[in-house]
């Protein structure tokens, strides 16, 4: 009997899906519109005379037009953030107006008479279980053109002016729908609950509070105001994503105001729109795999040449464990193998031998490798698929702009020795193949 001993070894291609990002672009105004009041012209005190200027600007980061691809399966459950935008990177106001002449006519002391500044956006909500909210994080969200992506928005309040009394205060800034009643706190944030109609709105307010002196017994006159109010957002799984909603937008279908002040005031200035929100560059890429290793050698140990009588003969199984990491549960990850050797491919779809694991050229007739998945045969013929299954888990990209291949897997499979012919060679021998590892 003779002795044959012999190695496996690999070598990788792999197909992935790669994260795409811009880079986040800085919080900064781009529009702006102005409000001017003017005192009536049968106003006893400063008739026709200007009573407030107000000056709304908006940023213009524009979020969903930023190119940005995430990856999402369905092991992330209900309530899952996908991703969030910070302060400064999904929108921005300001509000300021500068109070000018008294006047007699106190119209405007009311809140509901206000010089106003109204930005809205409105679309369908989303409910929760039970019809409640979703729970983690909290709150109702907007709907997205995805069924199982919602929207949830948060805003901080700043208050950067005094003001003569707390209802004054109170009438300046209204959140629509915030998780909180006015007058808020400055710097601190508050949840939205778009319930209603699926309302999200801020409102500025200035008021003519009523004063009196020595020269006007009674007057009434426009504060300086200075509001502000910055949004943040998190796009969160609510339902469950469908083949079909990977590579498609995630956008909003938002409407919202375009006049900004009310009629009482001459408007000059940029028109607010829904371009905003709008935009299609954050689409849904489906979980990848790649191998953790390029080149994996498994010594298939020793072989005994047995005279060939016409029966094939297999030997031990050798483990051959590929190890995967994968950016989230990735379904249905196919193997394909074929083949490096440059001898005629094996009948059987086998691995064939060599004498030399340098030359790869002085086939050895005869013998054979044979790989096996659960125990069945796999063709290695550089065209058949053998599906292991589901691999990984769902993978937080707590943000990151790049892809986190940090859920481990293996796809185990094994080798063994195949005699199916006489053997008249002694010595080492070498095979290899050539490995792709795909996915759905």
Same mark, same amino acid.
């Given at each position: 009997?003779?002795?044959?001993?012999?190695?496996?070894?690999?070598?990788?291609?792999?197909?992935?899906?790669?994260?795409?990002?811009?880079?986040?672009?800085?919080?900064?105004?781009?529009?702006? %519109?102005?409000?001017?009041?003017?005192?009536?012209?049968?106003?006893?005190?400063?008739?026709?005379?200007?009573?407030?200027?107000?000056?709304?600007?908006?940023?213009?980061? %524009?979020?969903?037009?930023?190119? %940005?691809?995430?990856?999402?399966?369905?092991?992330?459950?209900?309530?899952?953030?996908?991703?969030?935008?910070?302060?400064?990177?999904?929108?921005?106001?300001?509000?300021?107006?500068?109070?000018?002449?008294?006047?007699?006519?106190?119209?405007?002391?009311?809140?509901?008479?206000?010089?106003?500044?109204?930005?809205?956006?409105?679309?369908?909500?989303?409910?929760?279980?039970?019809?409640?909210?979703?729970?983690?994080?909290? #709150?109702?969200?907007?709907?997205?053109?995805?069924?199982?992506?919602?929207?949830?928005?948060?805003?901080?309040?700043?208050?950067?002016?005094?003001?003569?009394?707390?209802?004054?205060?109170?009438?300046?800034?209204?959140?629509?729908?915030?998780?909180?009643?006015?007058?808020?706190?400055?710097?601190?944030?508050?949840?939205?609950?778009?319930?209603?109609?699926?309302?999200?709105?801020?409102?500025?307010?200035?008021?003519?509070?009523?004063?009196?002196?020595?020269?006007?017994?009674?007057?009434?006159?426009?504060?300086?105001?200075?509001?502000?109010?910055?949004?943040?957002?998190?796009?969160?799984?609510?339902?469950?994503?469908?083949?079909?909603?990977?590579?498609?937008?995630?956008?909003?279908?938002?409407?919202?105001?375009?006049?900004?002040? #009310?009629?009482?005031?001459?408007?000059?200035?940029?028109?607010?729109?829904?371009?905003?929100?709008?935009?299609?560059?954050?689409?849904?890429?489906?979980?990848?795999?790649?191998?953790?290793?390029?080149?994996?050698?498994?010594?298939?140990?020793?072989?005994?040449?047995?005279?060939?009588?016409?029966?094939?003969?297999?030997?031990?199984?050798?483990?051959?464990?590929?190890?995967?990491?994968?950016?989230?549960?990735?379904?249905?990850?196919?193997?394909?193998?074929?083949?490096?050797?440059?001898?005629?491919?094996?009948?059987?779809?086998?691995?064939?031998?060599?004498?030399?694991?340098?030359?790869?050229?002085?086939?050895?007739?005869?013998?054979?490798?044979?790989?096996?998945?659960?125990?069945?045969?796999?063709?290695?013929?550089?065209?058949?698929?053998?599906?292991?299954?589901?691999?990984?888990?769902?993978?937080?990209?707590?943000?990151?702009?790049?892809?986190?291949?940090?859920?481990?897997?293996?796809?185990?499979?094994?080798?063994?020795?195949?005699?199916?012919?006489?053997?008249?060679?002694?010595?080492?021998?070498?095979?290899?193949?050539?490995?792709?590892?795909?996915?759905?």
């Amino acid at each position: 009997m003779n002795r044959v001993s012999g190695v496996i070894r690999s070598r990788l291609s792999v197909v992935a899906i790669a994260l795409l990002s811009s880079g986040i672009v800085g919080s900064s105004y781009a529009g702006t %519109r102005t409000g001017i009041l003017n005192w009536n012209a049968y106003d006893t005190i400063s008739p026709g005379q200007m009573a407030v200027t107000c000056t709304l600007t908006w940023s213009d980061l %524009r979020p969903f037009q930023v190119p %940005r691809t995430l990856v999402v399966d369905n092991t992330a459950p209900a309530g899952t953030v996908l991703h969030r935008w910070g302060y400064g990177e999904f929108a921005d106001y300001q509000y300021n107006c500068t109070g000018g002449a008294r006047g007699s006519d106190g119209y405007y002391v009311s809140s509901a008479s206000a010089v106003i500044a109204d930005v809205r956006a409105q679309g369908q909500y989303i409910e929760g279980p039970e019809g409640g909210g979703i729970v983690s994080p909290g #709150g109702y969200v907007f709907s997205t053109s995805v069924q199982g992506i919602g929207l949830k928005i948060y805003a901080t309040p700043y208050y950067h002016s005094d003001f003569s009394s707390e209802s004054v205060r109170r009438w300046a800034l209204t959140i629509y729908n915030a998780q909180g009643s006015a007058p808020y706190d400055s710097g601190v944030e508050y949840g939205t609950n778009t319930l209603n109609n699926g309302v999200f709105g801020i409102g500025f307010k200035t008021n003519s509070p009523r004063g009196s002196d020595s020269v006007n017994s009674n007057y009434y006159q426009f504060q300086d105001t200075s509001v502000s109010v910055s949004l943040r957002a998190e796009l969160i799984k609510t339902g469950t994503i469908t083949a079909s909603d990977y590579g498609t937008p995630v956008s909003l279908s938002m409407r919202t105001s375009n006049n900004v002040f #009310g009629a009482t005031t001459s408007q000059t200035g940029d028109v607010y729109s829904a371009q905003e929100f709008s935009g299609s560059g954050i689409t849904l890429a489906s979980p990848a795999c790649m191998l953790n290793n390029e080149n994996y050698d498994v010594n298939m140990g020793d072989w005994v040449a047995y005279t060939w009588g016409g029966a094939v003969r297999t030997g031990n199984e050798k483990l051959v464990d590929i190890s995967l990491k994968c950016t989230g549960a990735a379904n249905n990850v196919y193997f394909r193998f074929e083949d490096a050797g440059t001898a005629t491919a094996s009948t059987d779809k086998n691995i064939r031998v060599y004498k030399s694991a340098g030359s790869g050229t002085d086939v050895v007739d005869g013998l054979e490798i044979e790989l096996l998945y659960n125990g069945e045969h796999v063709d290695v013929d550089g065209i058949t698929l053998t599906d292991t299954g589901t691999h990984g888990s769902y993978v937080s990209t707590n943000n990151s702009e790049t892809q986190l291949y940090s859920s481990q897997s293996t796809a185990r499979f094994t080798a063994r020795f195949l005699q199916n012919g006489q053997i008249s060679y002694l010595g080492p021998v070498t095979g290899k193949v050539n490995m792709w590892v795909t996915y759905e």
